[in-house]
């Protein structure tokens, strides 16, 4: 049976690094794992009056696609050091109602590439702060702080030069996921 996962890139810009990136990487899953990106540029702001009555369609549909995931996936660039608002927001806007978060349990790894040399090593680290709150059990070691540069991404695959590294962290996230057959 397949195993899906849900992508949440922390970009909404058309030529976003991150999401070439991602898009690249994903390729290199095995047959059985299956990748959907989630769409978090038409959510409202989190708006804590809004649980009081049903979640608009855009919120509702973010909710549903985390719920039926087995895993999640997050690349984000880095935003004055920390994660974007958007992507700080999807997250909130599934959370929520209290009680009703649709991220507990689900296995999760972060990534992200920046312009910058330390690849987004801080914004991925606030990341995990809020992950570990939610209890998203996350992938540890296998760091991936990656630097934009031309060849990391040619033509939509993953370049010559990052492709083993890449690989590597594929690999790894593949047998996290596994360990937690349950998280749907
Ligand atoms: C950035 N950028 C950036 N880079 C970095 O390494 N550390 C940082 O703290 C920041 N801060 C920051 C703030 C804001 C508001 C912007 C717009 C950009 C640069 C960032 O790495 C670059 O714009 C990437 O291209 C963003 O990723 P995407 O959109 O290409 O995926």
Redesign the pocket.
Known sequence: SQTHIAVV???I?K???????AEAFVKLAPADFKFSFVRIDDLPLYDQDADAAPAVPTVARLRDEIKQADGVLFV???????I?GVLKNAIDQASRPWGKSVWAGKPTAVMG????????A??QQHLRNVLAYLAMPTLAGNEAFIQ?KDGLVVNGEMGEQSKEFAQGIMDAFVAWVRKFPQAK
């Open positions: 890139v922390g970009s810009r030529e976003s690094f991150n999401r070439q990136f984000t660039p880095e935003y004055n050091r920390s974007p590439v920046s312009v910058g040399v330390i690849g987004t801080l914004a934009w």
